[in-house]
Nanobody, 115 residues
């Protein structure tokens, strides 16, 4: 059974940084694209960043130049380094992957950007 567990969220001031982690189990991690999504209150879930098995990375327009996705295939972990955080980055951040046609999601980690 695929399991994804996020960590690293919290309260940070505008302009600050956080690094999120997502530990994966139950899959051959290096084979799969890993994604970070976020959902703010009363808003739809949006793709923040994705990292393919082949190494390509994609970012949502709102985070380009500020966020960096990376992965460690030995630790079965994907990271999201978030810099220059803004209040509009406040959301629950989710890790996800698609394995054999099924979507898997973590429980989410709250990121709050506020002074």
């Amino acid at each position: 059974q695929v399991q994804l567990v996020e960590s690293g969220g919290g309260l940070v001031q505008p302009g600050g940084s956080l690094r999120l982690s997502c530990a994966a189990s139950g899959l051959t991690f290096s084979w799969y694209t890993m994604n970070w999504y976020r959902q703010a209150p009363a808003k739809e879930r949006e793709l923040v960043a994705s990292h393919s098995a082949g190494g390509s990375r994609n970012y949502g327009d709102s985070v380009k130049g500020r966020f960096t996705i990376s992965r460690d295939n030995y630790k079965n972990t994907v990271y999201l380094q978030m810099n220059s955080l803004k209040p509009e980055d406040t959301a629950v951040y989710y890790c996800s992957t698609l394995v054999r046609g099924q979507d898997y999601w973590g429980q989410g980690t709250q990121v709050t950007v506020s002074s």
